[in-house]
């Protein structure tokens, strides 16, 4: 019995890791469950034994990509400043590391909308946290929300060519300049 389910767990990482492989070079949108099942190295109907659907399949996918690569957290430092600074600095070292992949996640986020919900969700509480102790203005949390994004942070460091830490004191200095005005 412990065999089988030894076994069992290894198809299991197989079909994921397959569809995290896929998911990462081609996209969510042109991963089908059948070249999940080919790169995995089994059929259909063990694909289905596993996961009932593609959602199902996407979530395990997603959770295995996410332990691999976790998004940061809000740094606890007290000086709001530089725990802005150092959370957008964390946000996009993690860009930089995963841009390929994430940019095709971007591109199919329509595919699974709730996962999609889930980041923006996770995005705007992180916002919140980092902006909180800047001041209770909803401006100040849209822009440090903006700073955040990962469209902001491919616009300022792949179009504009700035550098990391440039963007992370741009941005700084864009929520700074905003606090002062209002």
């Known amino acids: 019995m412990r065999v089988r389910a030894e076994r069992q767990a290894e198809t299991r990482r197989r079909i994921v890791e397959a569809a995290v492989e896929l998911h990462s070079t081609v996209g969510p949108a042109m991963t089908s469950l059948s070249a999940v099942a080919e790169r995995a190295g089994v059929q259909r109907h063990t694909l289905y034994a596993h996961f009932s659907d593609a959602d199902a399949l996407f979530r395990a996918c997603t959770n295995h990509w996410r ?64 902006a909180a102790p800047l001041g209770r203005g909803r401006s100040i949390k849209a822009l440090v929300g903006h700073a955040l994004e990962f469209e902001t942070w491919r616009s300022l460091v792949r179009r504009q060519r700035l550098s990391q830490r440039q963007a992370v004191e741009a941005m700084v200095e864009l929520v700074r300049g905003a606090r002062r005005g209002s």
Do not use: K, M, N, T
């Not at 000086?79 to 993690?94: M, N, V």
């Open 67 to 130: 332990a691999a690569h976790p998004f940061p957290g809000a740094p606890e430092v007290d000086d709001p400043w530089e725990r802005l600074r150092i959370g957008l600095r964390a946000a996009y070292d993690w860009y930089a590391s995963v841009e390929s992949e994430f940019e095709l996640f971007v591109r199919d986020s329509h595919v699974f909308p709730s996962f999609w919900q889930e980041r923006l969700d996770a995005l705007d509480r992180f916002a919140a946290s980092l």
